[in-house]
């Protein structure tokens, strides 16, 4: 069991769906590429600011909704490049001591009236702002570290470019991820009389999955269709008996597995067939959730 | 185009920003720069609601940060080329936690601030970066503090039901349109989808109603209860949806009626 792989005891209940797992990985790389740059090709003597605006707009090229690589690449250079000029019109007002406190209060309203269209959207402003005032307290205006920084900021986000270019696509991890949660909550809920498809866990998956289906192959909207079809039809079935929600609960167990092991989820075991043969509406329900990923598989 | 309540905000922050750095500039502390980040960090999230609360986590997350930092620089003393390795585990761990939980977050930005500030690149003496971190503790809370005070004693809580008011419309008017889609197209795709749409919706909602005790303290506002009963109205469109064995039309469609006449209400009483 490794620590990225789909399913961890120890991080699922932190990270249910993957994302930060995801976003640690992308994060990590960029790091290692940043320090080696640091280490051997460049050295600033503060090469700190450098690194987090790149790491920021790293996470930020994943964190904002963008479907392709050449997306998120117009993400991160829009976002380094905002950041990067607000610290250096700061810069170029450092000398002044009034004129900069008049500079941080017109660049900080002007940024959050025209460019905060709602509260969700204030992060990128308020980023600019306190980079910006990082910037401020270099010392005094210097056009020659100001022209440095550009080109400091240009090596580094070189580095975040690479990352996002090369970074290998694991969409499908969050949406197994989202999968197995599902299926985790319904080995606990099968025969539950009780049970709303409206659980905040199961609805949470859901709509995890659905964000990620334009990333994804079509087979995996096949899938979806065929969870939504399972939870609404199987796990609000009131006619299992005993023998059967037990059945449930084991073929609904070798799918998390198999979806674990990333393999195709057999049919025809001792349990599936034994579904069948004391409850062949309940298998038929289940079979065409399997069928459904086995497609994603093959 | 904002609204009235995210310009007043703009406003505050900006007033917020301008009394920090005046701080900064007139008390000519070298490392007072912390007060203004501080400020500018926990104003971030523009609402209110949620600045409170990070406010909170920022002040918890950087002491326990702070901590683990002196026994990481600690350790540095003695195994100075651990750095290195060191800092691409604090790179992994911050992405972990970056969209996960503000507090936890903090904690490793704080580790991550303090040992780039320290070390990267620059000669290593042993007290500089004991006194790096006391200036950043000191410069954290005065930042959170000025915060604080602000929010309690002058901008108060006018602009914060404002803002739980225009949040509520906004939940009420996304419900209006997830109704319509469904009643489109009713099949029981649509009807997941929409669920999960407008649980997603009122996410933003439910963290205001959360939090509003710390904001309003016991001030059990129109505005609050206003929000609670669109956030119920929510959940029985979801309950609607994906809880009963078929979605009965007519009740989804009593619903739309219902939101549609309280969104035209709550435009009337808000714009």
Redesign the interface.
């Known amino acids: 069991m490794s620590v990225y792989s789909v399913s961890n005891k120890y991080l699922d209940a932190?990270?249910p769906f993957w994302?930060?797992?995801l976003?640690?990985?992308?994060?990590?790389t960029?790091?290692?590429l940043l320090?080696l740059l640091?280490?051997f090709v460049l050295?600033?003597?503060?090469?700190?600011m450098f690194?987090?605006i790149t790491?920021i707009g790293t996470?930020a090229s994943e964190?904002l909704p963008a479907p392709t690589r050449a997306k998120k690449v117009a993400t991160f250079v829009g976002i380094v490049f905002l950041i990067a000029s607000s610290m250096i019109i700061f810069q170029m007002f450092s000398y002044f001591?009034w004129g900069?406190?008049a500079l941080?209060?017109a660049f900080?309203?002007l940024s959050?009236?025209f460019m905060?269209?709602?509260?969700?959207a204030?992060?990128i402003p308020?980023?600019m702002?306190?980079f910006g005032?990082?910037s401020s307290?270099g010392g005094a205006t210097d056009f020659t570290a100001a022209a440095n920084s550009y080109l400091y900021f240009f090596a580094f986000g070189l580095a975040g470019v690479i990352t996002i270019l090369f970074f290998p696509d694991l969409t499908t991890n969050i949406f197994k991820s989202a999968f197995i949660r599902i299926l985790e909550s319904d080995v606990v809920n099968v025969g539950n009389k009780d049970y709303?498809?409206?659980n905040?866990g199961v609805?949470?998956a859901?709509?995890v999955i659905?964000g990620r289906l334009s990333l994804l192959p079509d087979c995996y909207r096949i899938l979806?269709?065929a969870i939504?079809?399972f939870?609404?039809d199987f796990m609000?079935s009131a006619g299992l008996n005993t023998e059967a929600q037990v059945l449930g609960r084991s073929v609904l167990s070798e799918l998390i597995v198999a979806v674990q092991a990333n393999v195709e989820c057999p049919l025809n075991s001792v349990n599936a067939q034994r579904l069948k043969a004391i409850n062949s509406a309940a298998y038929t329900m289940f079979a065409n959730l399997v069928v459904g990923y086995n497609q994603c598989k093959a | 185009m904002q609204s009235l309540a995210t310009r007043n905000r703009a406003s505050q922050i900006t007033m917020l920003i301008g009394v920090s750095f005046l701080f900064y500039q007139l008390t000519n502390w070298q490392h007072g720069i912390w007060v203004v980040i501080s400020t500018t960090a926990v104003a971030a999230p523009f609402s209110t609601f949620l600045s409170v609360q990070k406010a909170q986590f920022r002040f918890l997350g950087t002491l326990i940060g702070l901590v683990i930092t002196c026994a990481v620089e600690y350790y540095l003393k003695f195994n100075p080329s651990h750095f290195p390795v060191l800092g691409v585990i604090v790179g992994f761990l911050v992405g972990f936690m970056a969209t996960k939980s503000y507090r936890h977050f903090i904690i490793m930005i704080t580790l991550a601030t303090c040992l780039g500030f320290s070390y990267m690149n620059m000669p290593y003496t042993s007290l500089t970066p004991v006194m790096f971190l006391v200036d950043r503790a000191m410069g954290v809370f005065v930042g959170v503090l000025i915060f604080l005070l602000m929010q309690r004693f002058v901008f108060g809580n006018g602009n914060s039901n404002l803002e739980l008011n225009e949040e509520s419309a906004e939940t009420l008017g996304k419900l209006q349109k997830t109704l319509q889609e469904y009643v489109a197209n009713p099949t029981l795709s649509s009807a997941y989808k929409c669920a999960a749409d407008i649980a997603a919706n009122t996410s933003a909602l439910k963290s205001y109603i959360e939090t509003a005790h710390q904001t309003l303290g016991t001030d059990n506002s129109a505005a609050l209860q206003y929000a609670k009963k669109v956030a119920l109205l929510n959940r029985r469109a979801v309950h609607l949806l994906i809880d009963e064995p078929t979605v009965v039309m007519h009740r989804i469609e009593q619903l739309l009626n219902v939101t549609t006449v309280k969104l035209a209400r709550s435009s009337a009483i808000t714009f």
């Not at chain 1, 976003?23 to 990590?28: N, P, T």
């Not at chain 1, 050295?43 to 700190?48: G, H, L, M, V």
């Not at chain 1, 905060?116 to 969700?120: D, G, I, Q």
């Open positions: 932190y990270d994302v930060c797992r976003l640690s990985l992308k994060v990590g960029a790091i290692i320090f640091n280490g050295k600033p003597q503060s090469p700190t690194m987090m790491l996470l964190v001591r900069l406190f941080v209060m900080s309203y959050l009236r905060v269209a709602n509260p969700k204030a992060a308020s980023l702002i306190m005032i990082v307290s709303k498809n409206s905040p609805l949470a859901l709509s659905h979806y269709e939504i079809q939870q609404n609000r």
